[in-house]
């Protein structure tokens, strides 16, 4: 099984250079297809993304939300959803979207083959815990290589990154990640934000008023894949 996928991800049988994803002339037109950044700019929608969960700020990430009739995408690894079954089943029925965001979040770019089984392993225990199959995929540290984005297509999943950076991996204080979000987002914008891999209370605490300044400007809070279709929606 292994071989037609290897061939269909790099044909010369030749493990691919790493990439990064924001060298434009390194993409053709059918990889920049399954790799998105952001929507359309025509949108009055955006998407906050949750990477790294879930954790221990995720049920009142998920509260927040509630409040504000907002809905997000959470982009989950693998391998941290034993005992979280339940919590999971939660994002589902209130409308998020769970995205795959690696098994075990190691570098995958320039790895396709160890990409593809990684992501495959997520999408059956997200399959198994949730009922739900992901469409939406997430490179662990946001690095990507075209194998790792043809990697994912062949597993069912567009890759996608963001064209806002909230900085919350850096814990600068909430007032500071609501002005890189307030300060950069567009029609059409993915969000980067995070519920895992660490202590998450500065997000949170920034949650609300984000929520609330995108809404007074009009944006309405979509999934990854709402912002992604938009275009065509009436």
């Not at 770019?109 to 990684?118: D, I, N, Q, T, V």
């Not at 984000?210 to 938009?230: C, D, F, K, P, Q």
Request: aromatic share 6%.
């Amino acid at each position: 099984m292994d071989s037609p996928i290897l061939a269909a991800m790099c044909p010369s049988s030749a493990r691919p250079k790493a990439r990064v994803a924001h060298e434009p002339e390194l993409w053709t037109e059918r990889h920049w297809r399954n790799y998105r950044r952001h929507g359309s700019r025509d949108l009055s929608e955006v998407a906050l993304t949750f990477d790294d969960g879930p954790g221990p700020q995720t049920p009142e990430i998920l509260d927040v939300l509630e409040e504000f009739d907002a809905k997000a995408t959470f982009y989950v690894v693998g391998d941290r959803v034993c005992g979280s079954e339940e919590l999971l089943r939660r994002v589902v029925a209130a409308g998020h979207e769970l995205g795959n965001h690696s098994m075990t979040h190691p570098e995958l770019a320039g790895r396709p083959l160890a990409a593809y089984r990684e992501i495959r392993r997520t999408n059956a225990v997200l399959r198994r815990s949730t009922g739900c199959t992901p469409r939406v995929f997430r490179a662990p540290f946001g690095t990507t290589s075209r194998g790792l984005v043809i990697a994912a297509r062949l597993a069912g999943l567009t890759t996608v990154a963001w064209d806002v950076d909230s900085g919350d991996w850096s814990s600068p204080g909430a007032d500071a990640i609501s002005e890189a979000v307030l300060g950069s987002v567009r029609g059409g914008s993915i969000v980067l934000m995070h519920d895992g891999r660490g202590p998450r209370e500065q997000t949170l605490a920034a949650l609300p008023g984000i929520v609330e300044g995108l809404s007074e400007r009009g944006y309405r809070l979509v999934t990854t894949s709402e912002v992604l279709l938009g275009a065509a929606r009436p």
